[in-house]
């Protein structure tokens, strides 16, 4: 993770200036443009995670798609195809989709070349858009191609990824009494390691159960229910493994769901079942304890049937390992360089904002910083 480490850190520069007394900062818009950019860097190194354009459209994609779907659902479906080129917010998909081939293809352009003309001592680089190029065959194997794919990785990783790091500051600044056991152990790990290498991260054991218990509270996606069998109740679940049913299915009760309906499984009940977990939030509740056998509790990553969060078995999120690894080095950065509160006189956390099966941290909340005057270890 060395190339993603300094590209956090280069962001970290240049989007968060000095600030010796505290400044207003909407840190949800911040965390997403770092997340951007370690990702591109992750994804076609240092030339893609530091281009602007390119870091725009990574960010924004999402957002515009997601809106473009809700314009195109007030239309029957019949007519959908053709309105679309009337819809401004299609517009805008079209638009990141030239900027993603006018970014993408003379990167991947330029690969073949350099491999033409160095022939067998030419070296492909080490990044998630060489991958890409080396795994595909066929039709997909074309620039074009995978100037599609860089913004399909874009809208499943960037959003959720920097979703994370907001919730984790939003129950720090509620929390503030975690904010210096997590300092010690970042300065301790790095004093030990040097930086961030992967023995680095397995340290950090209280900043990894703070993660997990943050992100047991706060899910990525909601299903609210009005209505249950003809009976009016209000509850809500995080829903994993969404499927739509297409055709009638009848399961091997003999209960038939219908088609058209949406499924899922219920992670959030499950991951609040005190059958597995109870008691309020703990962050350091999968902290092993001192002289007990075990040497490492849950980790964020992990993945069973009391943990859903990434999903499970073969569905599980590939990328939840770098995923994990890219928070880790986003928040220590962020604590160890600067101290932070709620602006105002807010004291606990905001409500997430929650429509249809999404839900994330209130973006418009503004979060007090300053540097702190010893905050030049990670430098």
């Known amino acids: 993770m060395p190339d993603v480490q ?7 520069d240049a989007l968060m200036q000095p600030c010796q007394d505290w400044k207003p900062v909407h840190i949800a ?28 459209t990574s960010v924004s994609f999402t957002d515009d798609t ?26 805008k998909v079209r638009h990141h989709g030239n900027v993603a081939r006018r970014v993408i293809v003379p990167i991947v352009e330029e690969r073949l070349e350099q491999q033409r003309v160095l022939g067998d001592k030419w070296r492909p680089p080490l990044d998630l858009l060489q991958m890409l190029w080396d795994g595909a065959y066929g039709k997909d194997k074309t620039p074009e191609f995978m100037a599609y794919t860089a913004l399909a990785i874009s809208f499943a990783a960037i ?16 929390r503030p009494d975690y ?23 397995n340290k950090l054991v209280k900043l990894d159960s703070f993660m997990k218990e943050s992100q047991r509270y706060n899910p990525l996606s909601f299903c609210k ?40 499984v219920a992670a959030y009940a499950v991951a609040q079942d005190p059958q597995f977990l109870s008691g309020p939030f703990s962050g350091f509740r999968f902290v092993p304890q001192p002289g007990s056998q075990q040497v ?54 905001p409500k997430n904002l929650d429509f249809e099966l999404q839900s994330m941290a209130d973006p418009s909340v503004e979060i007090l910083v300053k540097r702190r005057e010893r905050g030049d270890r990670m430098s």
């Open 6 to 12: 300094d590209e956090i850190y280069h962001a970290f």
């Open 29 to 56: 818009d911040t965390f997403t443009t770092i997340i951007s950019r370690a990702s591109n860097r992750m994804l076609g190194g240092k030339t893609l995670g530091r281009n602007t354009e390119w870091t725009s």
């Open 66 to 91: 997601w809106l473009a779907a809700q314009r195109l659902k007030q239309f029957r479906p019949s007519i959908r195809p053709l309105i679309q080129h009337w819809i401004p917010e299609m517009a």
């Open 159 to 174: 959003r959720t990824s920097s979703s994370v790091p907001v919730h984790l500051l939003y129950d720090l600044c509620a």
């Open 179 to 201: 904010i210096q056991p997590l300092r010690d152990e970042i300065e301790s790990v790095l004093a030990e390691e040097g930086s961030f290498i992967k023995i680095a991260f």
């Open 225 to 264: 229910f009005t209505q249950f069998w003809r009976r009016p109740v209000l509850s809500q679940m995080v829903v994993t493994f969404g499927r739509l049913i297409h055709h009638d299915l009848r399961l091997h009760d003999g209960i038939i769901i219908p088609a058209s309906t949406l499924v899922g």
């Open 296 to 349: 490492q509790g849950p980790q964020f990553v992990t993945t069973n049937a009391s943990n859903l969060s990434w999903g499970n078995g073969k569905h599980a999120c590939l990328g939840r390992f770098f995923a994990a690894n890219e928070i880790k080095i986003l928040i220590a950065y962020f604590l160890v360089h600067f101290d932070f509160k709620f602006g105002g006189e807010r004291m606990e956390r």
